[in-house]
């Protein structure tokens, strides 16, 4: 059964484990929404629906003709995500009195970890990299809305992000509508200019925007306005000045889902050969899954620019 890291923490004995565990999920709430599946192995393999079976009205006494439905396989591949955290042993031993200095390093090492994995959840490329693949990566064709003209952005109309929503909603109601903090203060300053703008809390008592019919609407650092555009569509994560918006849901068997082989782990070492100091490094063997290409719905070529219906 899929758990989401904060579920996982919990479960954690490891003080230093949970210690990062909770560091990542403060750094990046996003990461607090996505279920995490634990593989034995180093990839999650699934058979997706390619083209349906077909079916016919027949007269009585008339033939019946077979027809199967035609899946293809799909593959998602752990990554190695970490790094070594130094400590001094003479700054640890001295400098500790207000601040234990090896916590610092392994906050500081966890928080980047935080920020690295939500950089490659929005801009990942796995071909030709140790990276997972990304949403932009990820999205189907069929699945992608665009703003922009040719090469130039526009600003965000909400009938577009209703379509969004509409598209993703065939398969199941959206738990995220996910963007830049700039698009989330043009959309917060339109919705309270029509009286629209509503809250409500998560399971965790933590406080969201909503759209619609409970939607969260999600802000994240890591969606960037330098976005680039080509034909309309979008190119680059950076060389131009829009940004993107997704919709979607997570959840094990149609939707997104984080992976992992045994969770964030720790090597330790109190003596190091060359240099006097610790080393502690942090390790994650993760990655992202999506099972139905209907769970994620990308609105690219958005400017910073006031919403209009």
Known sequence: MARTLSQAAELCQDKMIKGVIEEILYTSPLINLVPFVNLKGNALS??????????QWRAPGGTWTESTGV???ETF??????GDAD???FVATTRSNINDQHAVDIQMKSKAMAHEWE?????GVASGSNEFDGFHTLVDSAMQLHMGSGGVGAALTTTTLDQAIDLVSILAKPTFILMNKNLRRRLTTYLRGIGSYATERDEFGKLWQVW?????IVPTDWLVQTEDISGATYDAK???LTSSIFVGFFGEGDGLVGLQNGGITKEHWEKLEVKDAMRTRLKWYVGLAMYSTKCLCRIDGITDAAITA
């Open 212 to 216: 619609g019919d409970g939607i969260p």
């Open 77 to 82: 591949a752990l990554k190695i995500l970490g």
């Open 46 to 55: 699934i058979n997706r629906e390619s083209t349906l079976p077909t079916v």
């Open 87 to 89: 400590t001094d042993n």
């Open 238 to 240: 950076t060389g131009g």
């Open 119 to 123: 950089d490659c959840m929005m801009y």
């Open 71 to 73: 899946t293809t396989g």
